[in-house]
């Protein structure tokens, strides 16, 4: 099968470029400067860079990878830039990390976010558009796609193939809504990303207990997404129950996370896949919750706190304070716990083979 590659950069940029726009310091090991470094034009791996790409070291575990590097350059710490290979430049900066992301969004900025999967302009013949709905100038709304009645769609935005924008749902300019994602009693805002299969809107899970059984309660709020959310594949939001679901300005939340109705998120959080958090609880602004956290209903996460991933979480935890363990505890407190299973579990094994 023939090799084919996703992405194509937009441009090539020099390595001068490359460092002005990174605010990194550029050095070169061999004495004719840049103008024995060719362009560059794409971006890997210290193991898989070749001539013309771009790559970065900042973990030692990487080490061996950084001998070998072929990279035409790196960006590295000041104190790893003398372990790279002489025909290798060095991109010196603070938090590699940071400058190679800068560095990729300019080589690849189509990579940003989704586009169209047909590269189609306008509304698909496939697609079936409401007569009561409204789009605004610019939108795709590619193969299978529907959209309900009295829903708006902004400029600029594009609705992926089998996509379903439910009755009144309102979507943002500049939005991008995956293959068969499904909205419904949701406001979204402007430059929102939603991968394939999210599923926002839907009924939260509630029930009361009487002597029929497990009785329904019914579902009235709504979702509200804020502007610049960028929501991953396969999750799930909920609509409020008699409060909206909120997800604040520039929340970035992961493939496969269960959001509960009533639930607020807050500015900038971060929430990492498989996490679940459950009704009513709020989470703060530019809080962290790490994979597979679990946090129980009716609780606050403060701003700026972290919950470590597993963790279990069935309290409130203060604001600017890291969790860590099931049940969740200040994250020090959780490791000194586990230090010492260590050692009881050592000395038990001691004990053991003495006896033998």
Do not use: W
Not at 194 to 223: E, M, Y
Not at 230 to 247: F, K
Not at 301 to 325: F, H, L, N, Q
Request: with cysteine; charged share 20%; hydrophobic share 45%.
């Amino acid at each position: 099968m023939t090799a084919i590659g996703f992405f194509q950069s937009s441009r090539s940029l020099s390595l001068g470029e490359i460092a002005t726009a990174t605010n990194a310091e550029l050095r070169f090991a061999s004495s004719g400067g840049e103008v024995d470094f060719p362009c560059i034009a794409g971006g890997a791996s210290l193991e898989e860079a070749r001539p013309g790409d771009l790559t970065l070291y900042e973990n030692t575990r990487y080490a061996q990878g950084l001998r070998l590097c072929r990279a035409t350059a790196c960006f590295i710490k000041e104190v790893d830039a003398g372990l790279l290979p002489l025909a290798t430049a060095a991109l010196v900066v603070a938090k590699p990390q940071r400058a190679m992301t800068l560095a990729m969004s300019l080589l690849f900025p189509q990579a940003l976010a989704p586009r169209s999967l047909f590269g189609a302009s306008g509304v698909s013949p496939g697609a079936f558009v409401h007569p009561r709905a409204r789009l605004e100038a610019d939108v795709i709304v590619d193969p299978g796609a529907s959209i309900g009645p009295l829903a708006e769609v902004g400029a600029g935005a594009i609705i992926g193939p089998h996509a379903a924008i439910g009755p009144g749902v309102r979507i943002g300019r500049g939005c991008r809504i995956g293959a068969h994602v499904s909205i419904t009693h949701a406001l979204i805002g402007d430059r929102v990303i939603i991968h394939s299969g999210a599923r926002l809107g839907q009924d939260g899970f509630g029930f009361v207990l009487d002597a029929k059984g497990n009785r329904k309660t019914p579902q009235i709020g709504r979702v509200i997404v804020q502007d610049d959310v960028e929501i991953g594949a396969n999750t799930t939001i909920d609509r409020g129950a008699l409060r909206d679901t909120i997800i604040g300005e520039g929340a970035k939340i992961d493939n496969l996370v269960q959001i509960g109705h009533n639930v607020t998120v807050g500015r900038g959080c971060v929430i990492v896949a498989q996490a679940g958090v459950a009704g009513s609880s709020e989470i703060g602004d530019f809080a962290r919750i790490g994979g597979q956290a679990a946090i129980g209903g009716h609780l606050t996460i403060g701003e700026g706190a972290g919950v470590a991933a597993k963790s279990g979480v069935m309290r409130d935890v203060p604001a600017g304070v890291r969790y860590g363990g099931a049940p969740a505890r200040p994250i020090r407190q959780f490791l000194r716990g586990e230090a010492l299973l260590a050692r009881l579990g050592r000395r038990a094994s001691r004990g053991r083979d003495s006896e033998s």
